[in-house]
T-cell receptor
Framework: NAGVTQTPKFRILKIGQSMTLQCTQD?????MYWYRQDPGMGLKLIYY???????DKGEVPNGYNVSRSTTEDFPLRLELAAPSQTSVYFC???????????????FGSGTRLTVV | AQTVTQSQPEMSVQEAETVTLSCTYD???????LFWYKQPPSRQMILVIR??????QNATENRFSVNFQKAAKSFSLKISDSQLGDAAMYFC????????????FGTGTSLTVIP
């Protein structure tokens, strides 16, 4: 059982470049999330999705885009990378619904992105 | 929006001793869930313990237990018989029963275990 798989694990981008962070889960979870983790700042929600074809903004969506064409995949797109996007990015998934709310997230292993 | 506050950026404990990490949260909801996550240097986020708000009994998982005070909106984590492998960043998290079931995280507490 692979859980949540994120690729790549590390990446260095130049200012203005674009890239896609990949996230795939094999647990048939409806809900998927992208967070960024900055030093001393905890995790902040970028975007989330409650199912295929449905996405919504989180706390810090500017500079990012997402899509959810299948239940399994939830890629995060960075357009015109900026130094402020240097961070560690986590993808997570969980079961849907109130009765399942006591389930925690399953996290990917993270992507360390540096924009120079 | 809900907020989660961890007021201790860093804590240390002697090996085999007990340490308590603090967490408070702010919400107007009555139905929610609380979690503690551990993040070792590997960066992997690991679920340590969870608590349902409707349960009065404090959750326990082996050496880990919580002190859940719903009226005070407090959710502290107690680690007993601390081990070197407990050294990590610990995050308190709140999960709404609604609004996409998203989590809200505190800023974390870095725990050092002294041999």
């Amino acid at each position: 059982n692979a859980g949540v798989t994120q690729t790549p694990k590390f990446r260095i981008l130049k200012i203005g470049q674009s890239m896609t962070l990949q996230c795939t889960q094999d647990m048939n979870h409806n809900y998927m999330y992208w967070y960024r983790q900055d030093p001393g700042m905890g995790l902040k929600l970028i975007y989330y999705s409650v199912g295929a074809g449905i996405t919504d903004k989180g706390e810090v969506p500017n500079g990012y885009n997402v899509s959810r064409s299948t239940t399994e995949d939830f890629p995060l797109r960075l357009e015109l990378a900026a130094p402020s996007q240097t961070s560690v990015y986590f993808c997570a998934s969980t079961r849907a619904g109130t009765l399942s709310s006591n389930y925690g997230y399953t996290f990917g292993s993270g992507t360390r992105l540096t924009v120079v | 929006a809900q907020t989660v506050t961890q007021s201790q950026p860093e804590m240390s404990v002697q090996e085999a001793e007990t340490v308590t990490l603090s967490c408070t949260y702010d919400t107007s909801e009555s139905d929610y869930y609380l979690f503690w996550y551990k993040q070792p240097p590997s960066r992997q986020m690991i679920l340590v313990i969870r608590q349902e708000a409707y349960k009065q009994q404090n959750a326990t998982e082996n050496r880990f237990s919580v002190n859940f005070q719903k009226a005070a909106k407090s959710f502290s984590l107690k680690i007993s018989d601390s081990q070197l492998g407990d050294a990590a960043m610990y995050f308190c998290a709140y999960r709404s029963a609604f609004a996409g079931n998203q989590f809200y995280f505190g800023t974390g507490t870095s725990l050092t275990v002294i041999p």
